[in-house]
Nanobody
Framework: VQLQASGGGLVQAGGSLRLSCAASGSILSINYMAWYRRPPGKQRELVAGITSGGSTNYADSAKGRFTISKDNAKNTVYLQMNSLKPEDTAVYYC?????????WGQGTLVTVSS
């Protein structure tokens, strides 16, 4: 499974961004896809995830502001981020889980200025 993340950038506080994660390769039976982030100087943390059936989960920090969704036809998962805060600044990574194996894409940098 190969994952290609995109959509990061510089945005002012209060603004929005949409991240995309396109999956390719052996994508059948991917059970779960998620977005993680690594803020500067901190450990990587889960932001949001979505199962193959469409169930979602969110970190408390993301609830009410971020929405994870997927387009099965495009094999792509999205993270819509609204009301961004400076503390959302991080490198964002997408992850896919298939048969208990985790696959990671390269990160995309999100910088939120105050």
């Amino acid at each position: 499974v190969q994952l290609q993340a995109s959509g990061g950038g510089l945005v002012q506080a209060g603004g929005s961004l949409r991240l995309s994660c396109a999956a390719s390769g052996s994508i059948l039976s991917i059970n779960y896809m998620a977005w993680y982030r690594r803020p500067p100087g901190k450990q990587r943390e889960l932001v949001a995830g979505i199962t193959s059936g469409g169930s979602t989960n969110y970190a408390d920090s993301a609830k009410g502001r971020f929405t994870i969704s997927k387009d099965n036809a495009k094999n792509t998962v999205y993270l819509q981020m609204n009301s961004l805060k400076p503390e959302d600044t991080a490198v964002y990574y997408c992850q896919a889980i298939k048969s208990s194996l985790g696959f990671w894409g390269q990160g995309t940098l999100v910088t939120v200025s105050s």
